[in-house]
């Protein structure tokens, strides 16, 4: 055994009553568990590609430590433990371990404190729909068994439906549509053989809007997805739901008036009076218009201007607008954010704005969390420039933000911005005035963020990258403790399918953006947080 390096504290969630404590390993660093507590913790040991788990069974008790000698793998201390509910503190030290010799040897009494212990099962978090590479996969949080639903690779998209019943994904550039009840796959549309079909659930139906090569059409689960119900436009993504899934508000570009000299507008349609046209709230010449958000409290639509239709333009990044959901003209919100939705985020109270401010398509570099008054289009500054900070995500319960956030930097690219953007860590701040930081993640094996509040502000999920490029989705407490890692590695890729540079274990994404959404979607219960 080696010794002599200063002890690390970690927060664990242990509850006495389950049957099982996953403490899992990964090979990058030389780190894993002394401690003592009153149980002795018959072993048992399992093992995957990427990661070692061992299984302590928890229901016996003796005062004698347990010792595991696991290989002589280089091991980091995340410990999960199901139906976590109480928490335990102790410190960790480095130690050389032996894979293969698996026999039980002294372990060490390291100092251990119990500080909490609490016997009640942990809060349900919803359910996470997510990609791995050999299939779709299905878990309830926080420590549900994941549950294959559909084999296969090269997966995207998954979304839930409305009822939770149904989850949608893109699977060889077809939609499929999945029964989680009666275990049914259905395949809608007819698309062109090149391209993933763009679809959308409406928030409060079991109905798809989707868009194939001869238009775009609404289906139902109530015919069972045969055969579209009604057909919406010839194009009209991407769009926006009003709330009670009875309207859309969409882009388009014209040429009909005007055939060399089109014209980006944004419209407003109903989907339940059939009768009705659409209705034009902005139109304007020569620029594209991407629809962002629906504020209906304000009855205000948010988009960004595209001038050109310029796709280099677009991006490095565009000036955000605000129109009447009536129609009428146009003012600007003065911030010029990259085209992502999770590049920013409405308050609760859909009275403010926090975006990740700042042109340019390297996300290590001039970028700011700014806050939006959207009553008096005042502005304000989170974070400071030295930084680059991205993926805001307001609170659902109180007035705090988490993002993303490393040293900034001017580098084109390379190298020096790979190590820019592995300095990412999660933080979170008070949207007051003078709001206090806090930074919550701090392993500099990881790259960290994507950050999703829990719908009960308890628990933030957010995406992690390890230094060799693996993306996997984590949970953990609001205050930064109780870590777990909840699915193995996600296949995103930051190239298209045939691309000879496309990668799995990029870090590069686009420019540093990677899109988390393209392999999850989350359901909780209550209010979506995001």
Same mark, same amino acid.
């Given at each position: 055994?080696?010794?002599?390096?200063?002890?690390?504290?970690?927060?664990?969630?242990?509850?006495?009553?389950?049957?099982?404590?996953?403490?899992?390993?990964?090979?990058?660093?030389?780190?894993?568990?002394?401690?003592?507590?009153?149980?002795?913790?018959?072993?048992?040991?399992?093992?995957?590609?990427?990661?070692?788990?061992?299984?302590?069974?928890?229901?016996?008790?003796?005062?004698?430590?347990?010792?595991?000698?696991?290989?002589?793998?280089?091991?980091?201390?995340?410990?999960?433990?199901?139906?976590?509910?109480?928490?335990?503190?102790?410190?960790?030290?480095?130690?050389?371990?032996?894979?293969?010799?698996?026999?039980?040897?002294?372990?060490?009494?390291?100092?251990?404190?119990?500080?909490?212990?609490?016997?009640?099962?942990?809060?349900?978090?919803?359910?996470?729909?997510?990609?791995?590479?050999?299939?779709?996969?299905?878990?309830?949080?926080?420590?549900?068994?994941?549950?294959?639903?559909?084999?296969?690779?090269?997966?995207?998209?998954?979304?839930?439906?409305?009822?939770?019943?149904?989850?949608?994904?893109?699977?060889?550039?077809?939609?499929?549509?999945?029964?989680?009840?009666?275990?049914?796959?259905?395949?809608?549309?007819i698309y062109r053989d090149d391209c993933?079909?763009?679809?959308?659930?409406?928030?409060?139906?079991?109905?798809?809007?989707?868009?194939?090569?001869?238009?775009?059409?609404?289906?139902?689960?109530?015919?069972?997805?045969?055969?579209?119900?009604?057909?919406?436009?010839?194009?009209?993504?991407?769009?926006?739901?009003?709330?009670?899934?009875?309207?859309?508000?969409?882009?388009?570009?014209?040429?009909?008036?005007?055939?060399?000299?089109?014209?980006?507008?944004?419209?407003?349609?109903?989907?339940?009076?059939?009768?009705?046209?659409?209705?034009?709230?902005?139109?304007?010449?020569?620029?594209?218009?991407?629809?962002?958000?629906?504020?209906?409290?304000?009855?205000?639509?948010?988009?960004?201007?595209?001038?050109?239709?310029?796709?280099?333009?677009?991006?490095?990044?565009?000036?955000?607008?605000?129109?009447?959901?009536?129609?009428?003209?146009?003012?600007?919100?003065?911030?010029?954010?990259?085209?992502?939705?999770?590049?920013?985020?409405?308050?609760?109270?859909?009275?403010?704005?926090?975006?990740?401010?700042?042109?340019? !398509?390297?996300?290590? @570099? %001039?970028? $700011?969390?700014?806050? /939006?008054?959207?009553?008096?289009?005042?502005? &304000?500054?989170?974070?400071?420039?030295?930084?680059?900070?991205?993926?805001?995500?307001?609170?659902?319960?109180?007035?705090?933000i988490v993002y993303s956030c490393g040293?900034?930097?001017?580098?084109?690219?390379?190298?020096?911005? !790979?190590?820019?953007? @592995? %300095?990412? $860590?999660?933080?979170? /701040?008070?949207?007051?005035?003078?709001?206090? &930081?806090?930074?919550?993640?701090?392993?500099?094996?990881?790259?960290?963020?994507?950050?999703?509040?829990?719908?009960?502000?308890?628990?933030?999920?957010?995406?992690?990258?390890?230094?060799?490029?693996?993306?996997?989705?984590?949970?953990?407490?609001?205050?930064?403790?109780?870590?777990?890692?909840?699915?193995?590695?996600?296949?995103?890729?930051?190239?298209?399918?045939?691309?000879?540079?496309?990668?799995?274990?990029?870090?590069?994404?686009?420019?540093?953006?990677?899109?988390?959404?393209?392999?999850?979607?989350?359901?909780?219960?209550?209010?979506?947080?995001?």
């Open positions: 055994m080696s010794w002599g390096l200063q002890p690390v504290q970690v927060s664990c969630g242990v509850n006495p009553k389950s049957e099982n404590v996953r403490i899992f390993v990964s090979n990058s660093i030389t780190l894993t568990l002394g401690l003592w507590v009153p149980w002795r913790f018959p072993v048992r040991y399992f093992e995957t590609a990427q990661s070692a788990t061992i299984c302590l069974d928890a229901r016996q008790v003796s005062n004698k430590p347990v010792s595991v000698d696991t290989g002589r793998l280089h091991a980091t201390y995340e410990v999960i433990g199901l139906n976590s509910c109480c928490a335990l503190n102790w410190q960790v030290y480095p130690f050389d371990v032996n894979r293969r010799a698996f026999i039980q040897n002294a372990c060490c009494l390291v100092g251990c404190s119990l500080f909490s212990f609490a016997g009640q099962a942990a809060e349900s978090l919803g359910t996470i729909v997510y990609v791995q590479k050999n299939g779709l996969w299905l878990r309830e949080l926080p420590a549900g068994t994941p549950r294959l639903l559909i084999s296969g690779a090269n997966i995207q998209k998954p979304r839930f439906s409305p009822s939770g019943e149904w989850v949608s994904c893109v699977h060889a550039n077809k939609l499929h549509v999945l029964s989680l009840q009666a275990g049914g796959a259905y395949v809608l549309g993933p079909p763009n679809a959308q659930w409406s928030p409060e139906r079991d109905e798809i809007v989707l868009e194939t090569k001869r238009g775009v059409y609404i289906f139902s689960a109530e015919n069972l997805w045969k055969e579209a119900i009604y057909k919406v436009a010839d194009k009209c993504f991407p769009l926006l739901f009003s709330s009670d899934g009875n309207e859309i508000v969409f882009a388009e570009r014209s040429t009909k008036d005007k055939p060399d000299d089109a014209q980006g507008r944004i419209c407003r349609l109903s989907l339940r009076d059939f009768q009705s046209s659409r209705s034009v709230l902005i139109a304007e010449d020569h620029t594209g218009l991407i629809p962002y958000a629906w504020n209906q409290r304000r009855g205000e639509v948010y988009y960004w201007r595209d001038t050109d239709f310029s796709g280099s333009l677009r991006s490095d990044g565009l000036e955000l607008v605000a129109v009447s959901d009536k129609g009428g003209a146009s003012h600007s919100l003065n911030i010029e954010t990259l085209v992502y939705d999770d590049s920013l985020s409405l308050s609760p109270a859909q009275n403010q704005l926090v975006a990740c401010d700042g042109g340019g !398509r390297n996300t290590w @570099a %001039q970028k $700011r969390i700014v806050l /939006v008054n959207l009553e008096t289009r005042a502005k &304000r500054y989170l974070t400071s420039k030295s930084t680059a900070a991205t993926t805001p995500c307001w609170s659902p319960v109180e007035n705090r040293p900034a930097g001017e580098e084109g690219g390379g190298e020096p911005a !790979r190590r820019l953007l @592995a %300095q990412r $860590r999660l933080w979170s /701040v008070d949207s007051n005035p003078n709001g206090t &930081r806090r930074q919550l993640t701090h392993d500099p094996l990881y790259r960290d963020e994507e950050p999703i509040w829990s719908a009960n502000g308890k628990q933030i999920l957010f995406g992690r990258i390890s230094a060799d490029g693996r993306k996997s989705l984590w949970i953990m407490m609001a205050s930064g403790g109780n870590l777990r890692q909840i699915t193995g590695t996600l296949p995103i890729y930051d190239g298209p399918e045939g691309a000879s540079w496309r990668s799995e274990e990029s870090w590069w994404g686009y420019y540093g953006h990677i899109d988390w959404a393209n392999a999850f979607d989350w359901r909780q219960h209550g209010e979506l947080s995001k």
